[in-house]
């Protein structure tokens, strides 16, 4: 079974100004990475379908989908947060960013695809159930967790967040919930400074220091991960893939290398191969270093394919 890759052209047109390091770039040099490495031929393409209301309100509470389509402008820019903005194509961009994540599970859980990559943006792990900020607006692995467990009956999902920032809103959608345990790493002290006052018991949360590189982050994931992932035997397993750790991405200051993209993946390929059929959804979060994110892609993709 070939992985899938959902996308959308509408992911594009989000734009949060010309300096914004949360760029349409980055999607037009995943795809140009993927296709250098040869492996874009490997990979079943879909297009996403916009995420319906229906979606995001198991994630979302009504008023704040609302709000934030009330928010949509028609021309220029608004600020939701000061890192967080709406042009005329973020609305579009953000329900198929959300909606990848429900097509991706359907395909996975559905037995269509052992695994899935969702290139989209904007990305979503900062988004709370009723906050945008941090570049995200909809809680985009969220929605497809929550559709695996209500449409496809799903009772235990591992969501793996490895991107420089802790997803603090993740863990404020999934904190206390029986359904889901969640592991990450990420740089701290640093935005948005949550992630290590009493996190909720399924949240397994690995803070390391600036600095920090491959030895640190395959230590955490080893001797932390790997055994609450064990314990717990997910029956899918969700990555929020974010590549800012990168060395080569300054918006932190982790050290990782585009091996260690491939390493982490291969560990998780092999947890679902053990307890969930294979069955992984991979969605992009951050990654700023143009270069350095779409060669790390390539890993990740590479190693959920099995190429
Ligand atoms: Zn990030």
């Known amino acids: 079974m070939a992985t899938a890759l959902i996308t959308h052209a509408d992911c594009m047109k989000h734009d949060m100004g010309t300096y914004h390091p949360e760029c349409p770039s980055r999607l037009a040099a995943i795809d140009d990475q993927l296709i250098m490495s040869g492996i874009g031929a490997y990979l079943d393409r879909y297009d996403a379908p916009l995420a319906e209301d229906e979606h995001l309100a198991r994630v979302h509470p009504q008023r704040y989908i609302d709000a934030i389509r009330k928010a949509a402008p028609e021309h220029g820019v608004v600020h939701l947060d000061p890192d967080t903005a709406m042009n005329s194509g973020t609305l579009p961009a953000a329900l198929r960013a959300a909606g990848a994540t429900v097509l991706a599970t359907d395909l996975v859980a559905g037995g269509k695809h052992e695994n899935a990559f969702c290139a989209v943006r904007p ?32 009772e235990r999902v591992a969501i793996i967040d490895f991107d420089v920032h802790h997803g603090n809103g993740t863990e404020d959608i999934f904190a206390g919930d029986e359904h889901v345990l969640m592991v990450s790493t990420f740089q ?17 949360n690995v803070p390391l220091k600036a600095g920090s590189g491959s030895q640190q ?37 982790m050290r990782l290398v585009d091996q260690d993209y491939a390493w982490v993946t291969q560990k998780l390929v092999e947890v679902a191969g053990r307890h969930a059929n294979g069955r992984i959804v991979s969605v992009l979060e951050g990654g700023y270093a143009l270069s350095a994110l779409a060669r790390s892609v390539v890993m990740h993709v590479r190693t959920l394919g099995g190429f």
């Open 123 to 154: 990305p979503g792990h900062h988004a709370t159930r009723n906050r945008a900020m941090g570049f995200c607006f909809f809680n985009n692995i969220a929605v497809g967790i929550r559709h695996a467990i209500h449409a496809h009956g799903i």
């Open 188 to 204: 701290h002290p640093f935005y948005p400074y949550s992630g290590t006052d009493d996190p909720a018991p399924n949240m397994v």
């Open 217 to 253: 982050f395959r230590e955490a994931v080893e001797a932390t991960w790997l055994p609450a992932l064990e314990a717990y035997k997910p029956q899918m397993i969700y990555i929020s893939a974010g590549f800012d750790a990168h060395i080569e991405d300054d918006m932190a200051m």
